[in-house]
C-alpha cells in the first residue's frame, strides 16, 4: 500500500471539479466538499464542527463510495443525508462535478440539494498561493531555525545541531563517510573498518548472502562477501544508509497505510541505480551516488518526527486528508519546512556527499538546472514511476515534460528499469528487511 491518489493538476476535463471526503469521530460519519486543488485545513474543519473529525482510512473510503447505490440519484441523496460540511468557494455554483479519488468515481451533486439544515459552510481549503504567503523568508537554516523556534520554547543560542539534540554518527561511520568522499579509498582500506563493526561485518554477510546478490557459491569470510559478491561502492551506500537511518528512530504514528519507510528507500534506490547505468556515457552519473541519492531521499520525514514529536500526529492525519496533495505544501502548512529541507541540511552538517544533498533538497524542484540536478532528477523521476505502482507515498503526478530527455533515458529504457524492480519485488523485500533488523537491533 501507499499513500496518494491521482492528481488532477493540469487535466482540463477536471477543471473546476470539486473532491468529497470522508471523515469520522465516535460519533458517526461526515462529509466535506472542497475545491479540488485546496488543502483541507484540519484546524478549519475542527473548529466549525466542534468535533475532532478524522480523515477515512483509503481503504474503507474506497469501499463506501464503490457503493453500487450511488449510482442513481436517489442513492446520493441519501449520501448527501450525512452531516456535509462545504468549503464556502463551493456554495454558490449551481452544480458540482465531484470527484472521489480513492474509489475514482464521480458524480454531480445538484446545487439545491446543498441548501439542506445538516449541511455547513465554513472557509475549509487552503491553496498553494496560500500556504506559500505563510512561509518564512530566508534560507534553509533560517527556515528550520524559525520553525523549531515556533513549537517549543527553545531559544537557540548555540549550533543549531547541539540545541535540537541530532545525533552524531559513529567513528565507524564517519571512517566510512571519508572513504565516500575519497576518490582513491578501496576494498583493502573498507575491510578493517567493516571488521571493527561487528553489527556492521554481520549486516554485511547477511545482504552477501541473500539471493537478490545471487553470489555463486556460498560466502566464506567478510572478504569474500566485500570483494567478491557486494563491491566497494555497494558496501559502502548500504553502510551509510543504514548508519544514517538508525540515528533517527522510524516513528510510529505514521499516515494510515503509508509505505513502509525502508522499502521506499531500497526501492528508490534500486530504480535510480538502475536507470543511472542505463544513461548514456555521455550524460552518466555515478550510479553508488545515485543509489545513496535514492537510499536516502525520504531521509527528513525522520528528521521531522524527531524535531517535531507533538506535532508529527497532526502532520499524519493531514497526509491522510490531502493525498492529491504533495507533502511539501502539507508540511509547510503544519510545520513551515519540509522533509526536504531538515534532510538534507542534517546531511550536509554530517558531510554526506554534496550530490547526495542536493538530490535530496531539490528532488521536487524540477525548475532547479544547477549543479548535480541529475541526481535530484533521477530521484524525482524514480519516485514519481514508484508511486504508479503504489510503492512509495504522495500524489500520482504526470512527469514533467523534458525530465526523460534531459537524463538522456529513452521510454523503453525507463521500462526496462522498472520492470527489473518488480521482478525482483520478492528479493528487495529480503534487502529490505536486513536493513529494518539492523536498525532494530540497533536502536
Given amino acids: 500500500m ?104 464521480t458524480f454531480v451533486v445538484q446545487g439545491h ?87 556492521l561485518s554481520a549486516q554485511v554477510m547477511s545482504w552477501a548472502s541473500s539471493s537478490y546478490y545471487a553470489a555463486p557459491g556460498k560466502v566464506h569470510s567478510l572478504e569474500d562477501a566485500i570483494i567478491r559478491v557486494l563491491g566497494f561502492d555497494l558496501v559502502v551506500n548500504l553502510a551509510l544508509g543504514v548508519a544514517l537511518g538508525k540515528t533517527l ?33 555521455a550524460e552518466r552519473l555515478r550510479p553508488g551516488l545515485a543509489y545513496l541519492a535514492g537510499l536516502l531521499h525520504n531521509f527528513g520525514y525522520l528528521v521531522l518526527a524527531h524535531l517535531f514529536p507533538p506535532h508529527f500526529s497532526l502532520l499524519s492525519r493531514y497526509i491522510e486528508a490531502n493525498p492529491h496533495i504533495s507533502t511539501e505544501y502539507i508540511e509547510k502548512q503544519v510545520l513551515n519546512v519540509t522533509r526536504e529541507q531538515v534532510g538534507s541540511w542534517l546531511l550536509e552538517s554530517w558531510s554526506v556527499p554534496a550530490e547526495v544533498c542536493v538530490a535530496v533538497r531539490r528532488q521536487n524542484d524540477t525548475d532547479y538546472d544547477g549543479e548535480y540536478c541529475g541526481y535530484a532528477q533521477l530521484v524525482h523521476l524514480s519516485n514519481r514511476l514508484l508511486r504508479e505502482q503504489g510503492l512509495s507515498d504522495g500524489p500520482i503526478e504526470t512527469i514533467p515534460a523534458g525530465l526523460t530527455e534531459s537524463l538522456g533515458l529513452s521510454r523503453t529504457q525507463i521500462s526496462e528499469a522498472m520492470q527489473y524492480v518488480l521482478d525482483s519485488k520478492s528479493r528487495l523485500g529480503e534487502v529490505t528487511e536486513a536493513f529494518i533488523t539492523h536498525g532494530r537491533h540497533a536502536g
Fill in 113 to 199: 440539494w446543498l441548501s439542506e439544515d445538516h449541511i455547513q459552510a465554513h472557509p475549509l481549503a487552503l491553496t498553494r498561493a496560500d500556504i506559500d504567503a505563510g512561509q518564512p523568508g530566508g534560507d534553509d537554516r533560517a527556515v528550520i531555525t524559525r520553525a523549531v523556534e515556533k513549537f517549543t520554547a527553545l531559544r537557540i543560542r548555540q549550533r543549531l545541531e547541539d540545541t535540537l539534540g541530532l545525533p552524531s554518527l559513529s567513528p565507524t561511520m564517519q571512517k566510512i563517510l571519508m572513504m565516500r568522499c575519497d576518490p582513491e579509498a578501496g576494498v583493502d582500506s573498507l575491510v578493517p573498518v567493516v571488521r571493527l563493526d561487528p553489527s
Fill in 2 to 105: 501507499a499513500i496518494g491518489v491521482r492528481s488532477l493538476e493540469g487535466d482540463a476535463q477536471y477543471d473546476g471539479v470539486a473532491r468529497i471526503l470522508l471523515m469520522h469521530d465516535g460519533d458517526g460519519k461526515v462529509l466535506v466538499l472542497l475545491p479540488w486543488e485546496g488543502l483541507l485545513n484540519l484546524e478549519a474543519i475542527w473548529k466549525g464542527s466542534g468535533r475532532q473529525l478524522q480523515p477515512a482510512r483509503s481503504d474503507d473510503a474506497r469501499r463506501f463510495f464503490s457503493q453500487p447505490g450511488l449510482n442513481q440519484d436517489a442513492g446520493l441523496r441519501k449520501l448527501l443525508s450525512l452531516p456535509l460540511y462545504i468549503d464556502l468557494s463551493l456554495q454558490s455554483r449551481p452544480d458540482l462535478h465531484v470527484y472521489e479519488p480513492h474509489s475514482d468515481r
Fill in 249 to 281: 528512530q522510524i516513528p510510529h504514528d505514521t499516515p494510515r497505510g503509508a509505505t513502509d519507510y525502508w522499502q521506499q528507500a531500497v526501492y528508490t534506490a534500486t530504480l535510480a541505480e538502475g536507470l543511472c547505468r542505463k544513461m548514456s556515457m
